[in-house]
T-cell receptor, first 113, second 115 residues
Framework: AQTVTQSQPEMSVQEAETVTLSCTYD???????LFWYKQPPSRQMILVIR??????QNATENRFSVNFQKAAKSFSLKISDSQLGDAAMYFC??????????FGAGTILRVKS | NAGVMQNPRHLVRRRGQEARLRCSPM?????VYWYRQLPEEGLKFMVY????????ESGMPKERFSAEFPKEGPSILRIQQVVRGDSAAYFC?????????????FGAGTRLSVL
């Protein structure tokens, strides 16, 4: 069974600084998808970024980028120029094509002004 | 284009009552997923449905829980004879018929409280 592990229960970052959230996963599949979702206090799940495993190039979305290491089964999220609105719970997730999402336990990100 | 709509946002039930949670997917989406989030935990998959079909119910408890996605109308997650352990946030997500994007869009969730 696929599993997703987020080893950092909580992280803090100063406004305008950079922070990296860690995620590892376990799978025997070669083609799959990885995601980072953000859950602010409103509880709405918001897609931050996605990565297809067959793509070697790391995905980027504005201030958000990932470091995808397929052999190491690692998928970290880097947030640059952190803003107060980035404060939220962040979930790493895995899925096979068109299939259910398997989530990690989440990392609470606090942004200090 | 409205997003995924879930209602109610909050639902309070007494032990032994039934809970019905509704999910209307985004326009043009025919795949619906239900997830449960217990307090201080991540989301756990429950069931995956397409119109009139259950595709994967591997995450559904064997008893008291059922789900449907009829040809017309919203998807319904039904919990019979609720117990305190059912208190959680229940999220619905939908995706398009075209699986090329493989992106699930989430509703705002229904928070179920069992007294």
């Amino acid at each position: 069974a696929q599993t997703v592990t987020q080893s950092q229960p909580e992280m803090s970052v100063q406004e305008a600084e950079t922070v990296t959230l860690s995620c590892t996963y376990d799978t025997s599949e070669s083609d799959y998808y990885l995601f980072w979702y953000k859950q602010p206090p409103s509880r709405q799940m918001i897609l931050v970024i996605r990565q297809e495993a067959y793509k070697q190039q790391n995905a980027t979305e504005n201030r958000f980028s990932v470091n995808f290491q397929k052999a190491a089964k690692s998928f970290s999220l880097k947030i640059s120029d952190s803003q107060l609105g980035d404060a939220a719970m962040y979930f790493c997730a895995y899925s096979l094509y068109g299939n259910k999402l398997v989530f990690g336990a989440g990392t609470i990100l606090r942004v200090k002004s | 284009n409205a997003g995924v709509m879930q209602n109610p946002r909050h639902l309070v039930r007494r032990r032994g009552q039934e809970a019905r949670l509704r999910c209307s997917p985004m326009k043009g989406h025919s795949h619906v997923y239900w997830y449960r989030q217990l307090p201080e935990e991540g989301l756990k998959f429950m069931v995956y449905l397409q119109k009139e079909n259950i595709i994967d119910e591997s995450g559904m408890p064997k008893e008291r829980f059922s789900a449907e996605f009829p040809k017309e109308g919203p998807s319904i997650l039904r919990i019979q004879q609720v117990v305190r352990g059912d208190s959680a946030a229940y999220f619905c997500a939908s995706s398009t018929d075209s699986l090329a994007k493989n992106i699930q869009y989430f509703g705002a969730g229904t928070r179920l409280s069992v007294l």
